[in-house]
Each structure stands twice: as C-alpha cells, then as structure tokens.
C-alpha cells in the first residue's frame, strides 16, 4: 500500500534526523553506538548542557560517565573554557584542600611556592569530580559549602576566592540509599543533583 509505505519512509526520515541531531553533539564523537539508550543519553545532555545547574551522572563503572560529562561541557556555553577532572577516591584525604582549593606559599611542610587548585585551574569551565559516592563523609561538607557559598580559600591563604565553574559529578554508588545509610551528607546530595 502506498499510504503506508509513505507513512514508513516519512517515520524513518524523522528518526534518521534525529539521530542526526544528536549526532551533531560536539562531544559524543568517541561514542558509539545508536541504541535507545544511547540516544536517550545524548538527548538528556542536549537538554541539561545549556543550563547553570550541577548534573548528578549514575553509572556502572566503565560506562563512560566522564565521556558524558565532557559532551556536557562541550555543549555548553562555556565549551571553550577548561574541563578539570579529579577521581575523588583517589585524592588522600589529609591533601584533599590543598588539592581542590590550592594553598600558599608556607602553608605547611614543602609548601615552597603558591599553588593554583583544581577550583581556581577550572575558572568559568566545568569542574568534574568523579567517583562522588566515594568521597569520605568527614569531606563532604568542605565540597557542600564551595557549592553553596561559591567561594573557596586556598590553605594558609587569607583571601576568599569565587568559584565560577560548573560542577558534574558521577558515581557508581547509589547516593539515596548511601543517604539512608548515613555516608553520604543529603544536603549534598541535593546540591549536587541540582534538586
């Protein structure tokens, strides 16, 4: 029947231009694949990558949340700033500060000159902290009030400075249930899924 098979190909040019569309997204280059997963994926960061708000990424590890989280700031406004990655698990927790906020010169032990932390390297870009669900609880509320006050100070620095950049975060832990279990701040969890 004509009528259907127009019906057919009309159907099939729509998806083939959305696929297209989503295709078109700067940072989806490296993923392949064009499941209804996939597109779902790419169609949310379509949606959330304009926006000024923290993203929350859940995912099993090895999926390619950071992948995901580099298309969002590619398709951002502010693509052309810098993409700042840290795996909190991987940071010790006595370096954590110094480490996220920078410290001065003299702060502590071989602290021999200034050093800019990851908030400062991020400037107006995008601040992504991987594996969140992992960060100690005894932490979360230094990482709780950058998010809030947006400002941080460097160790042994004496001036506040602003914190521009947009913060995603990923994790293969489910952060309701590490709520219930209380090792994970909600106040957090609420600020970093942007709720």
Known sequence: NVWERSCELS???KRMRRLQDLRDITGFDKIKGSSVSVQAVMSQVKQV????????????????????ARAIHKESPHSEAPFVAVNCAAIQPDLFESELFG??????????????GLCGAAGHG?????????????LQPKLLRLLEQRT??????????LFHARVIAATN?????????????KDLYYRLSAQ
Not at 108 to 116: K, L
Not at 173 to 185: G, P, T
């Open 152 to 161: 941080f100070r460097p160790v042994g620095g004496d001036s506040l400075h």
């Open 103 to 116: 410290h001065a010169r003299g702060a502590f032990t071989g602290a021999h000159s200034r050093r800019e």
């Open 126 to 138: 995008t601040l992504f902290l991987d594996e969140i669900g992992e960060l100690p609880l005894p």
């Open 49 to 68: 990558a304009p926006l000024e708000v923290s993203t929350l990424i859940y995912g099993e590890s090895g999926v390619g949340k950071e992948l995901v």
């Open 173 to 185: 832990v489910d952060l309701e249930a590490a709520v219930e279990e209380s090792i994970f701040r």
């Open 11 to 13: 159907s099939l040019r």
